[in-house]
């Protein structure tokens, strides 16, 4: 069963990895965000859900198969450890 919960968290996480971190692509998503607007993750059907998860390669999560289990960017930065 798809856990909306879960899947809004992991999008959310990733979102607020991503603006911490920004990028060339993450500042062209707060850029979007900031002109267009945003419905919010709670307004999205399980379908855009899945999507988005699908669309940021952390559809794994969820029983996607497709993860080639390499970690993601968000997870590399999460498991940075600057004293190595």
């Known amino acids: ?3 909306r919960e879960k899947a809004i968290s992991e999008l959310l996480d990733n979102d607020f990895s991503d603006i911490f971190n920004l990028g060339q692509d993450e500042g062209a998503m707060l850029e979007s965000i900031l002109l267009n607007g945003f419905k ?4 999205f059907t399980d379908e855009e859900l899945m ?15 497709d ?5 993601d960017e968000a997870q590399e930065w999460h498991d940075f450890d600057p004293d190595c």
């Not at 919010?40 to 307004?43: I, V």
């Not at 999507?51 to 198969?65: A, H, M, T, W």
């Open 51 to 65: 999507q988005e998860l699908q669309d940021r390669d952390i559809s794994y999560l969820f029983g996607d198969d």
């Open 1 to 3: 069963m798809f856990d």
């Open 40 to 43: 919010g993750y709670a307004n």
């Open 67 to 71: 993860h080639d289990g390499q970690p």
